[in-house]
């Protein structure tokens, strides 16, 4: 078939494909202007403000923060003594969470990674168990638990945990797939155990990629332990709630807790970008040059 | 040279040092996680939560989740009559209806199944299987009960102005004024129909045949116990919040995106200017801009997904100029030799290049976003995050919390499928065009 197609031929066929590719391309960008537009109008209806209302006050209650903020500028230094503990307790809550969902994410992605399991027929239920603990966001287990145990960090931490078992799980079994059998098999030829096996065979090849999916979702959780802490569940969210709801002439406190948020998170961020660089390059990534 | 053989000399010491370096971290590693989480015990007070935690409420919680109360109460003053499923208004029977586990009349008789009954008049009686008859006359006197002869067992709660009796068919309560009955049901009380509903308590078949399915459909959608019309409608509040910021952070993040990569910005200033604004965006965080929004906007989906919009335009710039970053130039570099004007470079020597990239980590976050709006919901108050808070609040709905998180579970599972499923057709189409 393919022989007799003419040059001629191949080129109307290809014209045509792409017209009718540009054509279908063209209908969907014309259904998702659609869908952006109007998902924008039903949200502007079903907000208490209207979008072209509130835009002018934007600035206004930045502006009123940061304008008593300014004011009290000297007070500054006080607050974050004042609100350091709670900071820490936020970094702790993330801190913790991250430590211990990464600790049950490790055996549960080496539980549900074929080719790895001890126990195949396991992989499927805990993968579909993996994902439902990544599908319930952190608020709603922190809620409920939060009635249970009453307010505090624990709640939060349980919490962020369960979701980062789901999630890590996930990277870490994805990580597990692609690392190489043959130390494995190898392991198990001289008669190691499963858990030799892992932890000799498995464990050295994925470690950095571990490491590195762990920092990262720990500039995650600090963010939702912040998060946690607005809704009750202890830490600088629960501060910045109380200080907030004292209104005006008394957000130079608020103030002090913004500024202690946002450069933490972008402390975390960098030093943790930093990190994660090296382990996904390698050592030698920076010094490159003086190797080769 | 003399390099070279002062290096080969010890190079087993080297070799063992390193060695014994690599142990020392891999014993200190865990020794140091140790140690952290000890502190954390400490620092959280993990030891003391046995004493704060609410035994009862948990009770109530995991109760509530799967079954229902209905109360049938006497007024002791006037002998009226009041009978409301979970003692809520919109769950009352009408004044002379009752279930038919009730007759009503002077002496109302409530059956309590397994041969319970409890008679509810001006004198309350409860014929306890295997104990005996409770009688009490409430009064102005007190509840004046008269129990078997015997010791009063732990399932009874009785003192002068109050009688409290909790078998495992139901509860009796019994004050000066008021004798309660509760009786268990399984299930989720009213869920399709509430009782003003004609439709109520007629089986699937009978529905069909009825064929009103208009009317049927007003009743279900209009149930003012789950209110199902307000929880599909904050379903889909949640997840337009997602899709309004994912794809607007996304629509603004790609310009900037090429502002601030190396290979595509002239501008060192803009260049850095770009950067900070996407340092600035993320760092400043959801939390944040969710609170300052809404000062302007007032609670509602808008608000929570403009500050989706604006967290994401700064994870997304960042991501995007990396990956533009990441560009093959030798792409770019054959479509320039063809004779082509800069536009068309990027269209087919770029823009190929990163839509992949691009639209994985795009559908990534719809996902992701769709729990950020729940949580979102939650704290500016929008979506289902704000019915579940709602629900949560009260302490008493929980059939509506483990209904809602049943619904947001569900959600997040959609959206997670929907957008691999477009993920892998957007992608793997590209693939195949190009």
Known sequence: MHQTTTAPQITADYLAHTRQKRVMNMILLVVFVALLIGGFSTANARNAGGFWNGLPNVFDFPADVLSEAWERAHLLPGYFVKYLPSLIETVNIAGAATLIGALFAFFAALLATRGLAPAPWLVGPLRRLLDVLRAVPEIVVALVLIFLLGGGPVPAMIAIALHTVGALGKLFSEVNENASLKPVDGLASVGAGWLQRMVLGVVPQVAPNYLSYALLRFEINIRASAILGFVGAG???????????????????????????????????????????????????????AIL | MTDLTASTLPAQQVASRSFRRKRMASLAAPVLILAYLTYVFFAFDVAGLGDRINVSNMKTLVADSYSYKTHVARDNRNGEMEIAIEGERKGRYAPGTAPDWVTLGETTRVELGNGHTVELGPEVRYDVPGYGLITATPGSSGVNASLPDGPLPEWINASKNRLAITTDAGRLTITRNRAEVFRYFNGWELFFFTLDSPYHGMSPLELLRSGEYGAIWQDFWTNKMWRHGDVAWALVETVLMAFLGTFGAAMIALPLGFLAAKNFSPLGGLRFAARRLFDFLRGVDGLIWTIVLSRAFGPGPLTGSLAILLTDTGTFGKIFSEALENVDDKQIEGIASTGAAP?????????????????????????????????????????????????????????EVSYYIVLIILMVIAMD?????LRRKLIAGNEAGH
């Not at chain 2, 992949?356 to 950020?372: A, F, G, I």
């Not at chain 2, 499928?417 to 499923?421: L, V």
């Open chain 2, 417 to 421: 499928s929907f957008s691999g499923w």
């Open chain 2, 343 to 399: 536009v068309q470079r990027y269209r087919f020597g770029v823009i190929p290049q990163i839509t992949p990239v691009l639209l994985s980590q795009v559908l990534y976050y719809l996902e992701s976003n769709t729990r950020s709006a729940t949580i979102i919901g939650a704290i500016t108050g929008g979506g289902i995050g704000l019915l579940l808070t709602q629900a949560i609040i009260t302490q008493k709905d929980w059939e």
């Open chain 1, 235 to 289: 830490g600088i969210g629960y501060d910045l709630r109380n200080t907030m709801s004292w209104g005006q002439g008394k957000f130079d406190e608020a103030a002090a807790i913004f500024l202690l948020l946002f450069g933490t998170i972008i402390i975390v961020d960098q030093v943790s970008s930093h990190f994660r660089n090296r382990l996904t390059h390698g050592r030698a990534y920076k010094d490159k040059g």
